[in-house]
């Protein structure tokens, strides 16, 4: 303890030590530094604090290019969740996906980005709980490429900056309005029709009762412009796991995505479904499909 020392640099110090994660020695450290002792006794002191503030700016860096930084690839539909530290999105990916996220009351507990797998009507869509905005670990890389943005919040007033901060305009965005298990009916009532008033598209979630978790799987869902192709092979009754294509498809892209080349092999095939005339329809390759179609593709 520096003699001397202003008490906001006492009370930094504290912070620092009782600091669980490099974000929050971080902020401690700065606070430190700004409040420092500016007499000679202090020298080695300043030096000692900085180096250490750069020290732990150079591991922060290195965890991140090994974790997080090192990029996420991205699924054909990925919805990346944003907000506030301590808003609940660790939990909202648990309730979402076979993620098991570390959860914490402190804040900035999300220090990379964590993926799970939402499988919802035989869709899989990547769900990526991003680190808090304040965070130095926040990724915009990984926001302005995704297709649907999930916004965290606990008040109506976090909306506003937070949407002014994305400069993805491009992505689908969806309001969740978490811990709503605080509020009585009344105030959910009122909360509801504020969100639309304002026409944004909007759940409200309860990770502790699991209130409002299927709908808002629902609009994850819906937030994708996508169609779902159903293969069988032939002889079996159960059509395979469907293969998720743009509207406007044909049948020959359904067979290059179940293996590049596979359209050359195939002769013709037979469709049942919304783009069918009738059950088991003949039809070629440049057939456009619809979605729910179930497709029987004959290689000789």
């Given amino acids: 303890m520096p003699i001397n020392a202003h008490p906001?640099?006492?009370?930094?110090?504290?912070?620092?030590?009782?600091?669980?994660?490099?974000?929050?020695?971080?902020?401690?450290?700065?606070?430190?530094?700004?409040?420092?002792?500016?007499?000679?006794?202090?020298?080695?002191?300043?030096k000692n604090i900085r180096n250490r503030y750069k020290r732990l700016k150079q591991d922060i860096a290195k965890k991140s290019?090994?974790?997080?930084?090192?990029?996420?690839?991205?699924?054909?539909?990925?919805?990346?969740?944003?907000?506030?530290?301590?808003?609940?999105?660790?939990?909202?990916?648990?309730?979402?996906?076979?993620?098991?996220?570390?959860?914490a009351s402190?804040?900035?507990?999300?220090?990379?980005?964590?993926?799970?797998?939402l499988t919802y009507q035989e869709c899989n869509i990547q769900i990526v709980d991003l680190p808090p905005i304040a965070s130095?670990?926040?990724?915009?890389?990984?926001l302005n490429n995704t297709d649907t943005i999930l916004i965290v919040i606990e008040k109506i007033d976090e909306?506003?900056?937070?949407?002014e901060s994305i400069t993805n305009k491009d992505a689908k965005k969806i309001i969740i309005f978490n811990k709503i298990d605080l509020f009585n009916e009344?105030?959910?009532?009122?909360?509801?029709?504020t969100l639309k008033s304002k026409k944004y598209n909007f759940t409200l979630t309860s990770t502790i009762t699991n209130e409002g978790i299927e709908d808002l799987k629902g609009k994850i869902l819906n937030s994708f412009d996508f169609i779902r192709?159903?293969?069988?092979?032939?002889g079996k009754k159960k059509p395979n796991i469907p293969v998720i294509l743009?509207?406007?498809?044909?049948?020959?892209?359904?067979?290059?995505?179940?293996?590049?080349?596979?359209?050359?092999?195939?002769?013709?095939?037979?469709?049942?479904?919304?783009?069918?005339?009738?059950?088991?329809?003949?039809?070629?390759?440049?057939?456009?499909?619809?979605?729910?179609?179930?497709?029987?593709?004959?290689?000789?």
């Avoid at 009370?11 to 420092?36: C, G, H, P, V, W």
């Avoid at 130095?136 to 990984?142: A, R, V």
């Avoid at 479904?273 to 456009?288: A, C, D, E, R, Y």
């Fill in 65 to 103: 290019k090994k974790s997080g930084k090192k990029g996420v690839k991205k699924e054909q539909m990925q919805a990346v969740l944003l907000g506030l530290t301590n808003s609940g999105k660790s939990s909202i990916l648990k309730s979402l996906t076979n993620s098991n996220p570390k959860i």
């Fill in 159 to 163: 909306i506003k900056p937070i949407l």
């Fill in 246 to 300: 743009p509207p406007g498809s044909s049948l020959k892209e359904v067979a290059e995505k179940i293996l590049h080349g596979f359209s050359k092999k195939v002769k013709y095939a037979k469709i049942t479904g919304p783009s069918s005339k009738f059950k088991n329809q003949k039809v070629g390759l440049k057939h456009i499909v619809k979605d729910k179609d179930i497709v029987e593709f004959a290689t000789e």
């Fill in 8 to 46: 906001d640099y006492l009370n930094a110090e504290k912070r620092f030590q009782n600091a669980s994660t490099d974000d929050e020695k971080i902020k401690a450290l700065e606070e430190m530094i700004k409040y420092l002792p500016s007499h000679k006794g202090a020298e080695n002191l300043r």
């Fill in 186 to 193: 009344e105030t959910k009532r009122k909360i509801s029709e």
């Fill in 106 to 117: 402190y804040g900035f507990t999300t220090s990379e980005p964590i993926i799970g797998t």
């Fill in 229 to 234: 192709v159903y293969t069988k092979h032939q």
């Fill in 136 to 142: 130095e670990n926040f990724d915009k890389g990984i």
